[in-house]
């Protein structure tokens, strides 16, 4: 097990009508003016946005509101809250939504301390040094960035995808209310339980060997995730299978089942260039990558493949062939996800990918030909484009 530092200081709220309790909690952080960072009008329409409103008003705290975060958030809509929250003299950020609310309002709450491009974040030109607290009222169980350190954004100038990352951006603290999700469409609750897998298999396809306890934290999460997957699939209402889905994605992404060892991230590289590029659901896009990067990979420690396969997937080991072992619990899991109504090529999404394209999405996903992606092997943009064209 390698040395590591773990750290996830958001306090949890987790249950029914805990949205209730914002106004108390954003009191706690002894916020002056707060901005309320919000998406679409199902907040509006389902009573959310006026309930936390509501609350904040209970606590005499003053706020102003920003709408209009989309899937793969936009960094003109951050340089608006920026701006905003410049006017307004805000020192509170309180994000209500999914994913792509929760990293816009990262962005907003980094450049509003920064004098300069906050995209310079995201290019890693530098890091933040100070950042406004934010909290979050979560209705969507995915991206898990209610309790992580990571904001991704897209640039609409050459369609961009960029991640920064920072303590600093951590929510201070993240309401979870599993009824929030019951009105989510199908195909939204299952792109989210794919993401929330493959944050945990993201650092699980490691080659640490001496990891049994965080081995079996993230094969228990795989295991609850497919199972409550399914559920939701035929009862989309179920309070219990919500909130196993809800915390298993905070875990999946707050660091838990990556300690000790170093993950892998490759499909989350690829992935991002396809969101940005063609605007897809996150976790459909992982899915439909997943399986062309895991038969590119797995050679490289069939034993951890062949792990997976057996403790994860319920496949019968066969001591003789690890390798037929390790292709069965690939082939397994595209059959879960086909079974959960998610892709696995990119097809499936919708994309008919040309030779141009594949070029295009692997020059921008190596970084303009200056880095390589993966911990667990190393792919270079001839990789990138051989995945790609296998995953097409």
Known sequence: MQQFQYYTPTKVVFGKDTENQVGKLVKEQKAAKVLIHYGGGSVKRSGLLDRVEASLQAEGIPYVTLGGAVPNPRLS??????????????DFILAVGGGSAIDSAKGIAYGICYEGDVWDFYLKKCLPQKSLPLGVVLTLAATGSEMSDSSVITKEEGWLKRSAKSDLGRPRFAI???ELTYTLPEYQ????????M?????????????????DAMAEGLLRTMMHNAAILLEDPRNYEARSEVMWAGSLSHNGLTGCGRKGDWACHQLEHELGGMFDVAHGAGLSAVWGSWARYVYETDVERFAQFAVRVMGVEENPQDLKATALGGIQALEEFFRSIHMPVSISELGVELTEEQIRE????????DTRTIGGFQALNRQDMENIYRKAR
């Open 77 to 90: 809509k951050v340089y608006e809250g920026i701006a905003l929250g410049k006017q307004e003299g805000v």
């Open 198 to 214: 493959m944050h945990t298999m993201e650092r699980y396809f490691s080659h640490e060997r001496d990891t049994e306890l965080v």
């Open 189 to 196: 609750t299952m792109s989210g339980c794919v993401d929330i």
């Open 176 to 178: 979870m209310n599993p």
């Open 361 to 368: 999405l692997a020059y921008k996903c190596s970084f303009m």
